[in-house]
């Protein structure tokens, strides 16, 4: 039995939702970063995959997944910078404590 | 067949890392896997014949970014965090969230999913830089003002004082 795209697609989609569920679930709030990061990297199994099995003469998706990872790294990086500021200020890392704006 | 192995070995490290990343109390436990995860991600893309994103996914995901969420939970944890829970009550509305948005790809990915491949990899960066540098230079330049945006970003957030 060969590979063929739906594994591809199966894989990618059993991880987003490995991520979907554990940003919907986790309290901690790096755990919830965490949680997207696997989506992204979901995503770019979805695009490495398509590149490979719909057009393997072009770049062009893994071109865009490596944009992805780049955007992802920044995110990351102010994600984290600003879960630090928070943690400064209100010294919880769970997100149900972020109540600042509630009325 | 030897593709077949190694994409079975490198989805069930994958797979298995991004479980024990949601499922683990300590976020430590979690981070680590985190890095497992993301190598299991890097053989896909190995699998693919994709060598410069592996490269990439290997250098910015595992080096970088998982390092840098362990720095933090290392910063950030107490050892209080070990006995509380990690998952709040509403995990019964998330599973049925996950289970509608599973179905919606099922459905999406059944357009594309006889498709199989007779090509054999060949070597991508120069392709890939040649990309970046011809038709993607905008994006290629916007991203790094993205890039330095965030670095910005970082140090005026994470400063001590900010005044």
Not at chain 1, 70 to 95: F, K, M, P, Q
Not at chain 2, 20 to 43: D, E, F, K, M
């Amino acid at each position: 039995m060969s590979l063929s795209l739906g594994h591809y697609l199966v894989l990618g989609a059993a991880l987003f939702l490995i991520g979907l569920f554990g940003a919907l679930t986790r309290r901690n709030v790096i755990s919830i970063l965490m949680s997207i990061e696997l989506m992204f990297n979901a995503a770019n199994i979805n695009l490495a995959a398509f590149n490979h099995y719909l057009h393997p003469a072009a770049v062009t998706g893994m071109t865009v997944a490596l944009f992805v990872i780049t955007i992802a790294a920044a995110e990351v990086v102010v994600g984290l910078a600003l879960v630090l500021a928070i943690y400064r200020n209100s010294a919880t890392a769970y997100v149900e404590d972020f109540h600042l704006l509630k009325g | 067949m030897i593709e077949t192995i190694a994409f079975y070995c490198m989805a069930a490290v994958a797979l298995g890392g991004a479980v024990l990343v949601v499922s683990l109390r300590n976020t430590v436990h979690s981070a680590l896997a985190l890095g497992l995860s993301l190598a299991g991600v890097a053989g896909l893309f190995a699998c693919l014949g994709a060598d410069f994103l592996f490269a990439g996914q290997l250098l910015i995901y595992v080096g970088g970014i998982a390092i840098l969420i362990v720095f933090v939970v290392m910063l950030l944890g107490r050892t209080s965090d070990l006995h509380l829970r990690q998952v709040n009550e509403q995990w019964a509305a998330a599973l049925l969230v996950c289970a509608i948005t599973g179905a919606g790809l099922w459905r999406l990915g059944g357009l594309y999913r006889a498709a199989t491949s007779s090509v054999p990899a060949t070597a991508t960066t120069r392709s890939i830089g040649l990309l970046m540098l011809g038709d993607y230079a905008l994006p290629f330049e916007l991203i790094s003002l993205v890039l330095l945006a965030a670095l910005l970003g970082a140090v005026f957030f994470s400063r001590k004082d900010i005044s």
